[in-house]
Nanobody, 120 residues
């Protein structure tokens, strides 16, 4: 069973930066497309960014494009989300997710989430 553990969340002032990490275990990390989602209080969970196997392609929600960067280090079984120029509206619980294969329609594995709070 694949296990995903996020870390790196915290409290930051608007305009600041944070780097989230997602450590994977129990599977072959390099085979998994990865993504970050977020859920703000009272709102549905939304997509933030994704990265394919081999980091060939990345994709971003319009709300984070140009400010967030997703990456992966297959040697460390870890995915990252570098978040710059943070805004109060970025406040949310951030979840990493993995697909079992590139053809999966949905994300099969999820972490427990890490809280990001951006103060104005």
């Amino acid at each position: 069973q694949v296990r995903l553990v996020e870390s790196g969340g915290g409290l930051v002032q608007a305009g600041g930066s944070l780097r989230l990490s997602c450590a994977a275990s129990g599977g072959t990390f390099s085979r998994y497309p990865m993504a970050w989602f977020r859920q703000a209080p009272g709102k549905e969970r939304e997509f933030a960014a994704s990265i394919t196997r081999g980091a060939i392609y990345t994709n971003y929600a319009d709300s984070v494009k140009g400010r967030f960067t997703i990456s992966r280090d297959d040697a460390k079984n870890t995915a990252y989300l570098q978040m710059n120029s943070l805004k109060p509206e970025d406040t949310a619980v951030y979840y990493c997710a993995a697909k079992q294969s590139s053809t999966s329609a949905t994300y099969d594995y999820w972490g427990q989430g890490t809280q990001v709070t951006v103060s104005s």
